[in-house]
């Protein structure tokens, strides 16, 4: 959420392959009315689609 304050125009997908860590996602998501630019998604990420006139922008976190 934190991309989403400083980056008000932008249009984020946060991907995992764990399903209910992208439930919580959308759930907070949902709660803090940003849910027109931010949405979950379960997938690989070494395996995502190229998207056409987008800037990428990959980051990975890992919380032990």
């Known amino acids: 959420m934190l991309l989403a304050r400083l ?3 932008a249009v984020i997908t946060g991907i995992d392959n764990h399903g209910p860590f ?3 996602l959308n759930q907070s998501v949902e709660e803090q009315g940003l849910s027109q630019r931010v949405k979950g998604q379960v ?4 395996k ?3 998207i056409q006139n987008s800037q990428n ?3 990975a976190e890992n919380n032990p």
């Open 7 to 9: 980056f008000s125009n």
């Open 57 to 59: 922008r990959q980051m």
């Open 22 to 24: 992208i439930d919580s």
């Open 48 to 50: 995502q689609p190229t």
């Open 43 to 46: 997938a690989d990420m070494f």
